[in-house]
């Protein structure tokens, strides 16, 4: 069941008045928790961090706000809370993205482009990444480096992994992960911004033939 909620939100020296559509559910099904960070997630996803407030979240959880520092001591923990989830989420698109039967750079790829798109979609990231840019609010920043590192961290393991198999040769696999990631975003977002965007098959080819064989002739 939805149910509407009128939202004042204080964004620097003026307050605005915003329409939620709030889903609820059922109490017998869904424990307090649960529908704690659900709102909050939401309150983050339309408001930002900055701008979210305890108060805020109760009305959309329907809550007292007692109840919420029952779960949670500060709103540093929820948002906390909710990034672990987001990078818990991340983590299990990765595994299903990842064919076994391929190798490394057959899912190289494959794998950046479903984590970044994921990133790029996602409400709440797109919210903090606005945030970070137009007021550079530090912990909007500290849980957008947290899905970053996630992302390198997983790439990490497969790096480690090859290097196993005999895939690569001897490289520092978080430097060489962290090269991987910076090197897939320019040519899939910073590329297009001077040049004629690349198709995904496109990006694919050129980073995975620069990545296998390097830059020398």
């Known amino acids: 069941m939805e149910r509407e909620l009128d939202c004042y939100v204080l964004a620097g020296d003026y307050e605005y008045r915003e329409r939620l559509t709030v889903v609820e559910h059922s109490k017998k099904t869904v424990d307090r928790k649960t529908l704690i960070v659900d709102a909050a997630a939401q309150s983050f996803a339309t408001f930002g961090y900055k701008a979210t407030t305890m108060d805020l979240v109760s009305r959309i959880a329907a809550v007292g706000k007692g109840t919420i520092y029952t779960f949670f001591d500060t709103k ?29 750079f057959g ?32 912990m909007a920043r500290e849980g957008l480096e947290k899905l970053e590192n996630a992302i390198i961290g997983f790439i990490q393991q497969e790096v480690v992994l090859a290097i196993e198999k005999g895939e690569l040769r001897e490289v520092d696999p978080a430097l060489t992960a962290f090269l991987m990631l910076r090197m897939y975003v320019a040519l899939t977002t910073e ?9 995904k098959d496109e990006i694919a080819e050129y980073f995975v033939a620069v990545m296998k064989s390097g830059v020398a002739s």
Do not use: C, Y
């Open 76 to 104: 540093e923990d929820l948002f906390g809370a909710i990034m672990d989830q987001l990078v818990a989420q991340l983590g299990s698109l990765a595994q299903r993205t990842l064919d076994h039967d391929k190798s490394f």
């Open 107 to 138: 899912n190289l790829a494959a794998i950046l482009h479903e984590l970044l798109q994921f990133r790029e979609k996602h409400a709440l990231i797109v919210k903090l990444s606005h945030e970070v840019r137009d007021i550079g609010t530090p």
């Open 191 to 199: 590329w297009s911004q001077r040049h004629e965007p690349l198709s």
